[in-house]
């Protein structure tokens, strides 16, 4: 399946009771080449409105953490769990995850990364380990047929308690020495242009 024959799949589906009250499909955005995959649970009212993930107070947080470690949009791609906003923001069912999964998964076959950041506790118990403990196990690192994965707070826990963020530092201190290991070009060059950094 080609990216285009995917998104159109995604953008028709009517697999679960979001589809009733979405106003977008949030497909995902970034480099569809990316070596580097972030997944969080599912839109919020401002990605539901726009159509493209984390552009809430949330997606603005994540991109001051990438550019702690020298990512942007442009170096990675990201992607939720599901792909319509849960009513009130409130957790994606397990029926939903299990109706969505299917799009994450062929993302991820066409992407091939080789690390997946999971960005919160939902998308680490759906990724990584259905037992995962975001507060015990954020920043330890798993390895699933050969990709390198760990998860960080979500950025919207990082804005309910700012307590949390120095560790998430750490955190995404490591995912950079990570990404410097198994692929340094990842890194976005500071002094190139945005429109001329890969699509």
Request: charged letters at 25%.
């Amino acid at each position: 399946m080609t990216w285009e024959e995917l998104e159109a799949r995604c953008m028709a589906c009517q697999g679960c009771g979001l589809a009733d009250t979405r106003r977008h499909v949030v497909f995902g955005v970034g480099n569809r080449k990316a070596d580097v995959l972030f997944i969080g649970e599912g839109p919020g009212e401002q990605e539901d409105i726009q159509g493209v993930p984390f552009v809430g107070p949330a997606g603005q947080l994540l991109d001051v953490m990438l550019s702690v470690i020298d990512l942007d949009r442009t170096s990675v791609y990201i992607a939720n769990i599901v792909k319509c906003r849960p009513p009130r923001n409130r957790d994606p069912l397990n029926t939903e995850q299990d109706a969505c999964i299917g799009f994450l998964r062929a993302q991820t076959a066409l992407i091939r990364p080789k690390i997946i950041v999971c960005l919160g506790r939902i998308a680490a118990m759906r990724i990584i380990d259905p037992n995962f403990r975001i507060t015990r196990q954020h920043g330890q690192w798993f390895q699933r047929a050969g990709v390198h994965m760990t998860a960080l707070y979500h950025p919207s826990a990082l804005l309910r308690d700012p307590g949390k963020r120095p560790e998430t530092f750490l955190d995404l201190k490591s995912i950079q020495g990570k990404i410097k290991e198994l692929c340094p070009g990842t890194f976005v060059d500071p002094l190139l242009p945005a429109k001329e950094r890969n699509p």
